[in-house]
């Protein structure tokens, strides 16, 4: 090789080692705020987290102490409404995607299942106020539900239709071999099979519907008592957190944050369960 | 045996394509000649029909509502309201100017500094580390995505906005102070803040779509490219240029989450319904105004103000997935079949 | 099998919420943040007594209204009395009248944060105009250094900090400049939400104070009650006497002596930059929103119960809470009114 030759295959390395460290420096760039904003969390969250938390209402505006046992349950009386309206549509129409789904109307539909999943929150919470708040008359904790419902159906949707896809088709043949019923072979043999992964998409929309805030701010509103009637204002871990982190009172900003790293943590444990699962999915294959 | 005879396509692509017979089976299928109509196959499928259509159906009821939600500001402003600045709730004149400027400013900065990390990640993920360290960092990645976007206020306003006020800013306010971009008293909160935090939330979203169809693409090219002697970079060189509307698609995907982005936004951005230069100002967003203004909004004129703006964040979004989905799809549909 | 045992659990945990919540009584209500902290203290007295449920959101003055227009609530709060257009929209709406019925009174105060400042700071009608007109954008301009003498004032900006939500605060607030200065008059107005020529928006008493307690330099304004309970300063203003008052219940009194004469028989009355020399001139009442006629009657005769104690006990709360309570006169008044409601 010629001294240039040898130059210009220098600078060709240097490129190249150069890229691997830029790339490598973005990585950890990227996985910074992740850290931080998660031992942040923790470290201020923590000390918010004693029984009283747990099982305690929230006291007077002003006065230290209380807690958000009401808006624990509450999230989690949301999250039932949510799955309970939008898991049955999810799955059926994941069903229907799947099994009878070559058509220009699925198509669409599939389509449109992904554009919904990108719609703001905040848009779906107006959509509930006009379709549910108003002709009832109140706020309540049914119009939350309804508005995390419509979250959680494209995700739903969409994972089931992919998890029966994964079934391989020696399984619908052998059930139209031994003569049951198309719809018998995808009830009682497909869907059981893609069961795992389904169950995780669900959890996936619930981890996204359980840290939802935009859409309940003016459907659910919030309630500083203890509800569980769904006809009824009902208060929730991340309207809490919103309220609580404007205001100026110390205990409140403590149990602020108290609040999100429960929500982080739940999310996170969702999020873990879901990647070992699809993981041992892929596995199997 | 009663499979639906005319109902099935045959169709000769790989395994999972949806009521599918195999190659072997069709001759059987189109050779008989009645096919018992089964009821059971017949409901169930119109059942599971019914639903999708619902999903479907939700999309326009969602537009529908909120279009004739807006009807008094449509026929008052008409398409003044997207153009004019004033939003004053005592004297009912609504402008949006200043709301969609705050959202697609603060989403294009988002944009600019998430874009290059999200690319270094990606190609990092994709082509550079080995196994056992792309996986558990591919994780961290996506957890990102998964943190709700209220913590990510919460941080904003008790981390990142007294870093802004009192480190950030006050530095570039000395150092490049005469841009006009950097004037104004450092509150911390306005718009830098928001862009600031809507990056850090579309980063992930980027760098897993770009891994993604990164990885999509087959071996081969890599192979070919390493081959002939290049060197790592410049074989990664040669694959991005191939996946660039891949990574359009991500981006735009990105760039509508940025949009949509509400409770972060509205936490850090300051909430002044302004249009100005500086990246000191505080700004306010079409998410952020609906979010504060909506469940006190007084008059008729203002709530069909409000929805009107939802109306329009809920078409731009749309069109931003809509297009991002056409794109990735196409890519990574073009990967599928060679 | 686990899809099973999924569904009956969700099941189960939706027949317990579904079933109807016990005997208790519940009342939703939505509004004012001004009054909020002692709202709260009353509603949670007032359950432990009787075990009756006032849920009550702070949501704003403007929220408040619009809920209780719409229906939504069983009763709003505001600080901004409605409009008489908001009323008739209300009336016919919810088809019964719509009545304002006095609670407390309560000061709005400029709170900021200057660290290092002693003592109180002093401010005029023109200069709280000035700065919240974006005119005087430092502390250290010379019409705030002559009203303080012998002060040090830093050369820092000033951050103002504003609601950015529907707000009786700011009602009271803006009606106040509006009388005091020409030029806030022609540029701003009165109401609940206002085109603020400068400054920070943020959500609630909570959310303004929020940001003064973080900013360095910031100015807001605020009930008396959040500053106070926040051990954050605030200024001192000149009163139509020319006196330099601070905010307290004697001077929110003071200013409402002047109000009982004319004082109108629906209660909204504004009594800001009121007369007497010992008037605190950012001063006002608030107002629960309540139905004449519910379609609940036992709600109804709850709430009428509840008012009762209010203009009672519920008074002996608020010097407490830095509110002031209602003038003995205004209280038999308000009993009055309160008797019109239908419980039956």
Redesign the interface.
């Known amino acids: 090789m010629t001294t240039n030759e040898k130059l210009y295959f220098f600078w ?2 240097t ?2 080692n150069a ?2 460290l ?6 950890l ?3 910074t ?2 850290v ?2 998660f031992s ?2 923790l470290i ?1 969250g923590i000390s918010a987290l004693n029984l009283d938390f747990f099982i305690q209402m929230p006291k007077p505006v002003g006065e230290t102490g209380g807690g958000m046992a009401n808006a624990i349950v509450g999230t989690g009386i949301l999250i039932g409404l949510g799955a309970l309206f939008g898991l ?3 799955i ?2 994941g ?8 058509n220009p ?2 198509a ?2 599939r ?14 919470g ?2 509930a ?3 549910v708040v108003l002709p009832m008359k109140h706020f309540s904790a049914l119009a939350g539900g309804v508005a995390l419902a ?1 979250l959680m ?2 995700t739903v ?1 969409r994972t089931t239709e992919e998890m ?3 079934v ?2 020696s399984y619908r ?1 052998a059930g ?1 071999a031994i ?1 049951i ?4 072979t ?2 009682r043999i497909i869907l059981p099979t893609a069961l795992k992964g389904i169950t995780t998409g669900i959890l996936l929309a619930i ?2 519907a ?5 859409p309940l ?2 459907t659910a ?1 919030g309630n500083r008592f203890w509800s569980t009637a769904i006809d009824q204002p009902i208060g929730s871990l ?1 309207v809490f ?2 309220d609580y ?2 205001a100026p009172f110390e205990d409140w ?1 403590r149990q ?2 108290g609040a ?1 790293f429960v ?2 943590a739940l ?2 444990l969702l ?1 873990v369960i879901f ?1 070992i699962v699809t993981r041992s999915r892929y596995a199997e294959h | ?4 005879s005319s ?1 099935v ?1 045959i ?1 000769v692509s790989t ?8 190659p072997a ?1 069709a001759a059987f299928v189109r050779r008989g000649s009645k096919t018992k109509w ?1 009821v ?2 017949f ?3 119109h ?10 159906s ?2 326009f ?2 537009g529908y ?2 279009y004739a ?1 807006s009807a008094l500001t449509i026929s008052k402003f008409g398409w003044n309201f997207l153009a004019t600045s ?5 004297r009912d004149e609504y402008g949006a100017l200043p709301l969609i400027f705050g959202t697609l400013l603060s989403s294009f900065l988002a944009l600019l500094i998430a874009l ?6 990606a ?3 994709s082509e ?1 580390a080995p196994r056992w360290l792309e996986r558990p ?1 591919s ?6 995505a ?10 904003g ?3 990142l ?2 870093w802004l ?1 009192q480190n950030l800013q006050p530095w570039l306010a000395s150092h490049f102070g005469s841009l006009p971009f950097f004037k104004g ?1 450092a ?3 306005g718009m830098l803040a928001a862009a600031l935090i809507l990056a ?1 939330m579309v ?2 979203i980027i ?1 897993s779509i770009s891994r993604d169809v990164l990885q999509a693409i087959p071996n081969l090219q890599r192979e070919a490219a390493l081959g002939l002697g290049a ?4 074989s ?1 060189k040669i694959i991005l240029s191939t996946a660039k509307s891949g990574i359009l698609g991500a981006t735009l ?1 990105g760039l ?2 940025a ?5 972060a936004v509205t ?1 850090v951005i ?3 319904s302004e249009i100005s230069a500086s990246l000191f100002s ?1 700004a ?1 967003s079409m ?1 952020s105004v ?9 008059s008729k004129m203002y709530t069909s103000a ?2 009107e703006v ?1 109306f329009v ?2 078409v731009l ?2 069109v ?3 297009l ?2 056409l794109i990735v799809w196409s890519v990574t549909r073009r990967f599928k079949t060679t | 099998m686990k899809k099973l045992n999924i569904v009956i659990a969700a099941a189960a945990v939706l027949g317990m919420a579904v079933m109807p919540a016990r005997a208790q009584l519940k009342l939703n209500g ?1 509004g004012a943040t001004f009054p909020y902290v002692i709202y709260s203290k009353w509603f949670d007295v007032y359950h432990t007594k009787t075990g009756i449920e006032f849920n009550y959101q702070s ?9 209780v ?1 719409e229906g939504t609530v069983d009763f709003g709060a505001s600080d901004g009395p409605m409009t008489d257009a ?1 009323l008739k929209e209300a009336a016919d709406k919810q088809g019964t009248e719509v009545l304002h019925i006095p609670t407390v009174m309560g000061a709005v105060v400029a709170t900021y944060n200057l660290p290092g400042y002693t003592g109180d700071l002093r401010l005029t009608p023109d200069v709280l105009a000035g700065i919240f007109l974006g005119d005087i954008a430092k502390w250290n301009d010379p019409k705030i250094a002559e009203i303080n003498p012998g002060k040090i004032l830093p050369d820092v ?1 000033i ?1 103002v900090a504003h609601r ?3 707000s009786g605060t700011s009602y009271i607030f803006t009606d106040y400049l509006t009388k005091v200065s020409k030029a806030w008059e022609a540029k701003v ?8 020529p400068v ?5 609630g008493n909570e959310g303004v104070s929020g ?1 003064v307690k ?2 360095e ?1 910031s100015i807001g304004y605020v009930e008396l009650a959040y500053a106070v309970k926040n051990n954050m300063p605030y200024a001192s203003l000149k009163n139509k006497a020319g006196n330099f008052v601070k905010a307290s219940f004697d001077a929110v009194s003071a200013a409402a002596e002047g109000a009982l004469a004319n004082m109108p028989e629906d209660f909204r009355v504004s009594i800001t930059d009121a007369n007497g020399k010992d008037s605190y001139p950012i001063s006002g009442f608030t107002w629960l929103l309540v139905y004449k006629s519910m379609k609940d009657k036992e709600k109804a005769s709850a709430l009428v119960k509840f008012l009762h104690w209010a203009m009672a006990d519920g008074q002996s709360y608020a010097k407490d809470l830095y509110y002031a309570p209602l003038p003995k006169e205004v209280v038999k008044l308000v009993e009055k009114k309160i008797s019109t409601i239908e419980t039956k």
């Open positions: 060709r390395k490129k190249n890229m691997l830029f790339s490598l420096a973005c990585l760039i990227a996985v705020p992740l931080l904003i942040y969390t201020q049955p549509v999810g059926m129409a069903i229907y995607l799947a099994e009878y789904g070559d109307f699925a669409t539909t389509f449109l299942a992904d554009v919904l999943s990108g719609i703001p929150s905040i848009v779906v107006v959509v106020y006009i379709i419509i159906i494209p949707t029966i896809r994964l391989p088709q043949e139209l003569g019923p198309r719809w018998k995808t009830l981890a996204r359980a840290g939802e805030t935009a701010l003016f509103l991340t957190i919103y982190s404007k900003i602020a944050w999100a929500l982080i999310i996170f999020s990647r | 045996m009663t499979p639906e109902a396509p169709d395994a999972g394509g949806g009521g599918n017979v195999p089976a089964n059971g196959d409901v169930f499928k059942m599971t029909m019914l639903f999708a259509l619902g999903v479907l939700l999309v009821l969602m509502e909120m939600g004033t939003w004053d709730p005592v290059p990390l999200s690319i270094g990640v190609i990092f993920l550079l960092f994780f961290l990645v996506e957890l990102l998964a943190i709700p976007s209220i913590v990510y206020g919460l941080w306003i008790f981390v906005v007294p006020r008293p509150y911390g909160f850090v980063l992930p760098a060197t790592r970079w410049e990664t995907l509508g989450r949009v949509g982005e509400t409770m936490m300051g909430n002044r505080p306010y998410a609906i979010a504060n203004e909506f469940a006190e909004a007084t409000l929805i939802a964040l809920f979004t749309i931003l997935n809509a991002a989905r | 939505a949501i704003g003055s403007g929220g408040g209204i619009k809920q227009t908001q900006a951050i950015s939500d529907g107005g009165k109401g609940t939400a206002v085109n603020w400054g920070l928006g943020q959500k940001i973080q900013s330099g």
